[in-house]
């Protein structure tokens, strides 16, 4: 089984992180995200949009897909639970993991992708007033997490969960490629919980 990644992307270091809870280790083959090697045909066999990251599995099958992969990857480890024990948690944990997804990462993702020259290879034309409404949805969602996290220590409750991790990665992308941080946004809940999951090992995997 081999784990076809790259090193400091948002939605690989989700999976190493996974693992890294689960006190996991598998083979990783590095991709380089150049516009090239992840359009090669020995990548876009495994994966046909030529994205990472992907799980090759023993009998030669390969999952796409983060949470998929996560899926899978808890299905065949249950513990530690990080996806839910049963179906009232399980839905709720997906729910919130969703939402980091979508109104954390995806509008984090369009800015770094549309904004920052460095991935201009990669995003052709890039589109810099779109970057900066995504700059915008970031904070006003950011803003309705921040008051979430009032109320509770992690992402999705009273435990941590695959919505912190998803969340924790999103965080940390932005922070490294636009120096955006939670604190000095006005958001010291956010900025609380970013720190507190940055004191787990696993926040080292996939760097």
Partial sequence: MRLHTTRRAPNPRRVHMFLSEKGLEIETV???????????GELLARSPFGRVPVLELDDGRCLGETRAICAWIEGHHPEPNLMG??????????MHDRRAEFHLLLPIANWIRHGHPGLAPLEQPQFPDFAASQAGKLREFAQVFDAE????????????????ITAFCAIEFVRGLMRW???????????????????????????
């Fill in 30 to 40: 590095e991709v380089a995200l150049d516009g090239v090697a992840n359009r090669s």
């Fill in 181 to 207: 941080q939670p604190g000095e946004q006005g958001l010291p809940n956010l900025q609380a919980w970013r720190d507190r999951v940055a004191e787990r090992p696993s926040a080292k995997a996939g760097m």
């Fill in 149 to 164: 996290l009032a109320s509770r220590p992690w992402w999705a409750g009273e435990r941590f969960s695959i919505a912190d």
């Fill in 85 to 94: 024990r049963d179906v009232d948690e399980r839905a709720f944990i997906e």
